[in-house]
T-cell receptor, first 113, second 116 residues
Framework: TQLLEQSPQFLSIQEGENLTVYCNSS?????LQWYRQEPGEGPVLLVT?????EVKKLKRLTFQFGDARKDSSLHITAAQPGDTGLYLC?????????????FGKGTKLSVKP | DTGVSQNPRHKITKRGQNVTFRCDPI?????LYWYRQTLGQGPEFLTY????????KSRLLSDRFSAERPKGSFSTLEIQRTEQGDSAMYLC??????????????FGPGTRLLVL
């Protein structure tokens, strides 16, 4: 069974602070995705990382895929209240059900003004 | 807006009633997925379709759950004899299928179900 463990589960910070959230697994993945979900809405894809060691930047967000493709991190610089939300990592399940995503439990981020 | 749409957005029902949710995927997408998300958890896969064919349904939570995609376009998810434990957000996603480097699934806003 492929599991994605995210940490921390909750994070409350002040506007302007930096933060990093993590997604770890004992399994190797061909790719990994990060989503952001706001209350009452569906997840929205932020980025897909596919190459071990890959770093992708999206404005103040920096995503990294581990060299062994088992883990990933999301770093936010100078967080803003608009960054508040649930950050989910997900990987494609190539087990019995090809094509579905496996999600971590998410990191719930609150950025206070 | 040509994104994934779901109806209704909210549903309150009494235990034992049947409910049906609808998902309209992005028009050219041939894959459609249903997920369930409970409080404090990430989405959990239920079933998926490639066009009108249901390719995986073993993850449906019980035989009270069923899904259809009769013409390969919209899909419905039905829960019969609802139980309080069925209360959750039901999410639909669609995609073009496996495209390198990775498939991208686009999610709808979800249907939030509350069973009293």
């Amino acid at each position: 069974t492929q599991l994605l463990e995210q940490s921390p589960q909750f994070l409350s910070i002040q506007e302007g602070e930096n933060l990093t959230v993590y997604c770890n697994s004992s399994s190797v993945f061909s790719s990994l995705q990060w989503y952001r979900q706001e209350p009452g809405e569906g997840p929205v894809l932020l980025v897909t990382v596919v190459t071990g060691g890959e770093v992708k930047k999206l404005k103040r967000l920096t995503f990294q895929f581990g060299d062994a493709r088992k883990d990933s991190s999301l770093h936010i610089t100078a967080a803003q209240p608009g960054d508040t939300g649930l950050y989910l990592c997900a990987a494609m399940n190539y087990g019995g059900s090809q094509g579905n995503l496996i999600f971590g439990k998410g990191t719930k981020l609150s950025v206070k003004p | 807006d040509t994104g994934v749409s779901q109806n209704p957005r909210h549903k309150i029902t009494k235990r034992g009633q049947n409910v049906t949710f609808r998902c309209d995927p992005i028009s050219e997408h041939n894959r459609l997925y249903w997920y369930r998300q409970t409080l404090g958890q990430g989405p959990e896969f239920l079933t998926y379709f490639q066009n009108e064919a249901q390719l995986e349904k073993s993850r449906l939570l019980s035989d009270r759950f069923s899904a259809e995609r009769p013409k390969g376009s919209f899909s419905t998810l039905e829960i019969q004899r609802t139980e309080q434990g069925d209360s959750a957000m039901y999410l639909c996603a669609s995609s073009l299928g496996p495209i390198e480097p990775a498939e991208t699934q686009y999610f709808g806003p979800g249907t939030r179900l509350l069973v009293l």
